[in-house]
């Protein structure tokens, strides 16, 4: 049995909920949602949290649910975008577990958040340019944390859970 947790991390938009999901299934793990997770505990939404308390705020929160969850064991967790990048958070992921960074190209992030009817309050606001040029820099500075990851999937929309799994298994 699996004891330490499995982390998704990855950029918004590249499948970590989906995959995170089926991945636990197929393995028999809990599955965590480290946004569902904070909304939960803060009792807002992560949009409400953005509009009251800044980026700032969900920051703090991000850390201190992500401490708490990495005491969770034989978990699935799927971060937030932002999540490995702030904090340390990216040593909690490693120390409590194997991470696996999502990794879809800049290109299909974009054509998959302009198609996205989430709301995700870093990119509402902003035209498809000014999205395009949003992901390529903050992609290139939040790779510098994902590429921390021990298991690096390139993903396309045809990424199974089975597609990880064989990585995983190759890794331990
Ligand atoms: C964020 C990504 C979001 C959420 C928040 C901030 C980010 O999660 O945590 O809006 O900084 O990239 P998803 O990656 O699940 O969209």
């Given amino acids: 049995m699996v004891r330490e947790n499995i982390y998704l991390v990855g950029f918004m938009g590249c499948g970590k909920s989906t995959l995170g999901r089926a991945v636990a299934k197929e393995l028999n793990m809990e599955f965590i949602d480290l946004d569902k997770y904070i909304e939960q505990r803060s009792f807002k939404t992560v949009a409400q949290i953005f509009k009251e308390e800044g980026e700032e705020g969900f920051r703090k929160r991000e850390s201190i649910y992500l401490n708490e969850v990495s005491q969770f064991e034989h978990s699935v967790i799927a971060t937030g975008g932002g999540a490995p990048c702030f904090n340390n958070n990216m040593d909690t992921i490693l120390e409590h577990g194997t991470s696996i960074y999502i990794r879809v190209s800049s290109t299909d992030l974009s054509a998959r958040l302009i198609n996205s009817s989430s709301v995700r309050p870093l990119i509402q606001n902003k035209s498809k ?28 929309d045809r990424t199974t859970a089975k597609d990880i799994i064989k990585q995983l298994s190759k890794e331990s």
């Avoid at 395009?132 to 993903?155: G, K, Q, T």
């Fill in 129 to 156: 340019e000014e999205l395009i040029s949003f992901i390529d820099d903050s992609l290139r500075e939040r790779e510098l944390f994902y590429n921390r990851s021990s298991i690096v999937v390139e993903a396309t």
